[in-house]
C-alpha cells in the first residue's frame, strides 16, 4: 500500500466524571486525510483545506507526531500529508488529536503496522503537546482506540478499551468562541477537597460500571464533575442553561467536551440525542453567537481507511 | 419464619483505589448471628460470645442497626439477638458492620422482606455510625450486597454491584494493634492534589474494568493507592516490607483493609493467596507482634442463613 485515505474521527475528552483519563471517538464527525508513502526521507505536508494552519512540518501538529513516529521507525520512507480540516480548531473535540492521531495510524498501516497502538498514542501526543502545551492522551486515547477509552495511567501509558452501548448517542453544540487548552488548564486549582475527590472517583466507578452493564440511567447518574465543571463552565456562555435544556429533552447527562468550549450531551436513542440537539440549538439562536451542533454514535472503531 | 441463623461476612473496604467507596465480601471469615422475633416489642441482645462487647441494645452497633429498622416498619414484633463475633473489632475488616448489617438483613428475612437491600444499607449504617462517628457504607454495602460493591453516591445513596472474577482470593493479615477508625480518619488531609485524584480515579476506573473484564492484570495494576495508603500505613508495623514480601509471593495487589491495622491482598488462584499468606506470616514472625492471617474467596452473596 503507497497511500492512504483515512477517516480521523473527533473525540469527546473528560466525559464529565474522568478529568483527564476518559475519552470517546465520535462516529458522524472527524477530518480526512491523504497520507502517501514516498522515497523522500521525512514529511511534507503538500495541502491543507477547510482551515488556515501551518504547513511547516514542524509547526504543526501532524509533522510533529508523523516525526516522532519517523524516528522510531528504521524506515528509509518518507511521507507526504493532505489534511482536510472539518473538526474546527480550539472546538474542545480533538481538533488537534484527529491530526496527530490520523496520521500515525495512516503510516502505521503504509509501513505494515511495526506499531501497536499503545505506541501510536505516545507518538500522536507528541502533537498535542505542541497544540496545548501538554502531552494529554484523552484524545489521542479514544482516536485510535475507539469507543470509550480510559487512561488508567499516563507513567507507564495504560490504555483500557471501554464497551459502548449500542444505543449511546452524542450531542455536541459549538459556541464559536475561543478558549485555549492551555488557558483553560490554567484557571484549574492545584488542590481539590478530598470530599469531592471521594464523589468523583464514585461517579467514574459508576460511569463505567453503567457502560459494562449497558445501564443507561447509571450512565446519567454517574455523569457529575464537581471539579472542573464548576471552574470551567464560566468560560462557556449559556452553559448552564445549555445543560438545564437538553436535560430537559431527556439528555442522560451535559457536560464540557474537552476543555471546551463545546458542550456535549449523551443521550438513549438517536431522537432522543436529536432533541437534545434541537433544545441546545434553541439556546443560542436567542443570542449573537455562531455556532455548530453534531449529532453521532460512538466510533466503535476510531481510525479508519475510507 | 421465627428464628434465623445468619452467616455475617467481613468485609475489606476502601481496596487502594476506592476510598470511601469500594467493597468486597469475604467468603470465608464472618460473624454468626441467631435473630428471632419475639411478640415483645424491641430488640434484645440475649448473648454475644468471642467479644466483650455491649449487650445494652442502644449501646451496641446491632442494637442501634436493628432499632433503625424497626422504627420504620410497622411491625408490632420484637426481636431477641445472639451474637457469635469471629471477626475482631478493630480488626479493619468490618466487625462493626458484620454485626449491623448481620441483624438488619435477618430481620428482614423474617418479616417477610418489606425493605430493599438500599434500605438495609441505610439502617445499617446507623449502626456504623456509633462504632466511628461516620455513618460510612463501605463496608455494610459488600455485607449486605455481596461480591465487589461500588457507592457511586452518598446523598442520595446509590449502590452499583459489580462482578466477581471466579480466581480471585483475598489474603488479610492482622497485626494485634488497635487503631480506631475516627483516629485513622483524622490524620488524613483534607484536600488532595488534583494530580493525585486523577492517578486515583485513573486507577478506579482500571479496577473496575478489571473487575469486568476478568483481567487480572489489570486488576493488579490498578490495586494502587496514592492518596490514603501514604498516610495511613505508617500506623501500620512493617507495612512496606509486608507489602514487598507479598507481590514477591505473587499477589496481583496489596493495600490496607478499611481504615487498618489488617492489610490485604488479592492474588489469582487460592495457591497464590496462600503462599502470599505464607509470606505475609513471616515477617510479622521475626516480630513480638500477635496476628491472624486469613484466606479467602470472595462471597458473591453477602449475608446468607446457615
Avoid at 472527524?30 to 523522500?40: A, I
Avoid at 508523523?66 to 511521507?79: D, I, P, Q, R, V
Avoid at 464560566?234 to 436535560?247: N, R, S, V, Y
Amino acid at each position: 500500500m503507497e497511500k492512504i485515505k483515512v477517516f480521523c474521527p473527533a473525540t469527546i475528552a473528560n466525559i464529565s466524571c474522568g478529568f483527564d483519563v476518559l475519552g470517546l471517538a465520535l462516529e458522524a464527525v472527524g477530518d480526512e486525510m491523504v497520507v502517501k508513502k514516498t522515497q523522500t526521507p521525512g514529511i511534507r505536508i503538500t495541502k491543507i483545506t477547510g482551515q488556515d494552519l501551518p504547513l511547516e512540518t514542524e509547526k504543526n501538529v501532524a509533522g510533529v507526531a508523523g516525526l516522532a513516529l519517523l524516528e522510531k521507525s528504521n524506515s528509509a520512507f518518507g511521507f507526504e500529508l493532505e489534511i482536510h480540516k472539518k473538526i474546527k480548531p480550539g472546538s474542545g473535540i480533538g481538533s488537534s488529536a484527529a491530526s496527530s492521531a490520523g496520521v500515525v495510524w495512516a503510516m502505521n498501516e503504509l509501513l505494515g503496522q511495526p506499531f501497536s497502538k499503545l505506541e501510536l498514542v505516545e507518538f500522536a501526543r507528541q502533537g498535542e503537546k505542541i497544540a496545548s502545551n501538554v502531552a494529554h492522551a484523552d484524545n489521542v486515547a479514544p482516536a485510535l482506540f475507539g469507543g470509550f477509552t480510559l487512561i488508567r495511567s499516563y507513567s507507564p501509558l495504560d490504555i483500557v478499551s471501554l464497551p459502548v452501548p449500542p444505543e449511546l448517542y452524542a450531542t455536541v453544540i459549538h459556541p464559536q468562541i475561543e478558549v485555549k487548552t492551555s488557558d483553560s488548564r490554567k484557571i484549574l486549582r492545584a488542590d481539590i477537597t478530598l470530599e469531592k475527590g471521594i464523589k468523583q472517583w464514585g461517579n467514574l466507578g459508576g460511569l463505567i460500571a453503567g457502560l459494562f452493564k449497558e445501564d443507561y440511567d447509571l450512565i446519567g447518574r454517574s455523569l457529575e464533575d464537581h471539579i472542573v465543571e464548576p471552574v470551567r463552565s464560566l468560560l462557556i456562555p449559556m452553559f448552564d442553561t445549555i445543560k438545564t435544556e437538553a436535560k430537559a429533552a431527556g439528555a442522560l447527562g451535559v457536560g464540557i467536551s474537552g476543555s471546551g468550549p463545546s458542550i456535549f450531551a449523551l443521550s438513549r436513542g438517536k431522537e432522543t440525542a436529536e432533541n437534545v440537539s434541537n433544545a441546545m440549538e434553541k439556546v443560542y439562536l436567542n443570542t449573537t453567537l455562531d455556532f455548530e451542533v453534531h449529532v453521532s454514535g460512538i466510533s466503535s472503531t476510531g481510525m479508519k481507511s475510507i
